[in-house]
């Protein structure tokens, strides 16, 4: 496919090779089982100093509490009396009450049961959690459920700056571990075979080589496509920051600079045992061209169009994620 050239043009649509599904390049012996599982490997391996993506950052709002189960401990999240971001444990220390159904009045989160009013600076027997705010996203540190050395602040891609950007979050949950989520997004090799309406013509052009590669990275050239045969291509990298996240950057095409951030959060596990696992996707769009400053001013319509084109990729591959955990857990036949 051939690439974009170093001056945007004055569209960036192109017209893609006319080809059918069926008889676009195989790229099964490309996505090697042990290619894929030693980049998660290596994944997995990097710290994340207990740092979970709680939200989106305005999901976390000053009127109401926000609550959510990650790794099996209650959350509950909430914004001070300067937007300042608060979380801590999701039950009341008066008679555990859920405080994620009581109300937030002057910063202070107050408890419906009993009226008590709870601060950022916590409470006999109930201390808030550390918190981090990046403008996208919400985080809250959990040392007791991530055992490792704990870091000062998550570990943050590489973004543009938020002011000239749109930045859109999209959420959905499935029946998975993290680490399924994140070996889904390290196998680019399946984009244009399962998400046939949104890729055109990918193709891997640079995979990690060796026990500790550098850069540990995947690259590929893809279109996403517009309608029919028309795409705009892109140049993408694939990297992992951290144990449960994969970003996309684009590094070369239209919206240079732009970053896909698929996060995987554990929340718990449902009534038969099985673990769920929320995927929080934050794109964070670039672009120089004269359009794109309409398009930012036209970004609370532009926004549901980013996330709902997010959901409808994730449930596809949450389907995914969800077969390899059933098949990686299943009990050997007798």
Same mark, same amino acid.
């Given at each position: 496919?051939?690439?974009?050239?170093?001056?945007?043009?004055?569209?960036?649509?192109?017209?893609?090779?006319?080809?059918?599904?069926?008889?676009?390049?195989?790229?099964?012996r490309?996505?090697?089982?042990?290619?894929?599982?030693g980049?998660?490997?290596?994944?997995?391996?990097?710290?994340?100093?207990?740092w979970?993506?709680?939200?989106?950052?305005?999901e976390?709002?000053?009127?109401?509490?926000? $609550?959510?189960?990650? @790794? %099996?401990?209650e &959350?509950?999240? *909430?914004? +001070?009396?300067?937007?300042?971001?608060?979380?801590? /444990? #999701?039950?009341?220390?008066h008679?555990?009450?859920?405080?994620?159904? $009581?109300?937030?009045? @002057? %910063?202070?989160? &107050?408890?419906? *049961?009993? +009226?008590?009013?709870l601060?950022?600076d916590?409470? /006999? #027997?109930?201390?808030?959690?550390?918190v981090?705010?990046?403008g996208?996203?919400?985080?809250?540190?959990?040392?007791r &459920?991530?055992?490792?050395?704990?870091?000062?602040?998550?570990?943050?891609?590489?973004?543009?700056?938020?002011?000239?950007?749109?930045?859109?979050?999209?959420?959905?949950?499935?029946?998975?571990?993290p680490?399924?989520?994140?070996?889904?997004?390290?196998?680019?090799?399946?984009?244009?075979w399962?998400?046939p309406?949104?890729f055109?013509?990918?193709?891997?052009?640079?995979?990690?080589?060796?026990p500790d590669?550098?850069?540990?990275?995947?690259?590929?050239?893809?279109?996403f496509?517009?309608?029919?045969?028309?795409?705009?291509?892109?140049?993408?990298?694939?990297?992992?920051?951290?144990?449960?996240?994969?970003?996309?950057?684009?590094?070369?095409?239209?919206?240079?600079?732009?970053?896909?951030e698929?996060?995987?959060t554990?929340?718990?596990?449902?009534?038969?045992?099985?673990?769920?696992?929320?995927?929080?996707?934050?794109?964070?769009a670039?672009?120089?061209?004269?359009?794109?400053?309409?398009?930012?001013?036209?970004?609370?319509?532009?926004?549901?169009?980013?996330?709902?084109?997010?959901?409808r990729?994730?449930?596809?591959?949450?389907?995914?994620?969800?077969?390899?955990?059933?098949?990686?857990?299943?009990?050997?036949?007798?």
């Amino acid at each position: 496919m051939a690439m974009p050239d170093p001056a945007p043009r004055r569209l960036p649509l192109r017209r893609m090779p006319a080809t059918t599904w069926a008889r676009q390049r195989p790229t099964w012996r490309e996505a090697s089982p042990a290619r894929i599982d030693g980049a998660l490997g290596r994944a997995l391996a990097r710290p994340s100093g207990n740092w979970y993506v709680l939200a989106a950052s305005a999901e976390v709002r000053g009127d109401r509490p926000f $609550g959510r189960l990650v @790794a %099996g401990t209650e &959350v509950v999240a *909430w914004r +001070g009396a300067g937007g300042e971001l608060h979380a801590a /444990p #999701g039950a009341c220390p008066h008679m555990g009450a859920p405080l994620c159904r $009581g109300a937030v009045d @002057a %910063g202070r989160l &107050v408890c419906r *049961w009993h +009226g008590l009013a709870l601060s950022g600076d916590g409470f /006999p #027997g109930w201390s808030p959690f550390p918190v981090h705010d990046d403008g996208v996203l919400a985080w809250v540190r959990l040392d007791r &459920v991530g055992g490792e050395e704990p870091l000062p602040l998550p570990v943050l891609p590489e973004r543009p700056a938020l002011a000239p950007a749109i930045a859109a979050v999209e959420s959905l949950a499935g029946r998975c571990e993290p680490e399924d989520v994140v070996a889904n997004r390290l196998d680019p090799w399946h984009g244009s075979w399962f998400h046939p309406y949104s890729f055109v013509g990918l193709k891997v052009t640079e995979v990690p080589e060796g026990p500790d590669p550098d850069p540990d990275r995947m690259v590929v050239e893809v279109a996403f496509k517009v309608a029919g045969r028309w795409g705009v291509p892109v140049r993408a990298a694939f990297s992992c920051p951290e144990p449960r996240t994969v970003v996309m950057h684009i590094i070369e095409g239209e919206g240079a600079g732009s970053v896909v951030e698929t996060h995987a959060t554990p929340l718990g596990t449902d009534r038969y045992g099985v673990p769920r696992t929320a995927v929080i996707e934050a794109v964070v769009a670039t672009s120089p061209r004269v359009g794109f400053a309409l398009a930012r001013r036209a970004a609370p319509a532009v926004r549901p169009l980013m996330r709902m084109a997010a959901r409808r990729l994730w449930r596809d591959d949450l389907a995914y994620a969800e077969r390899r955990y059933q098949q990686r857990t299943a009990k050997p036949a007798d």
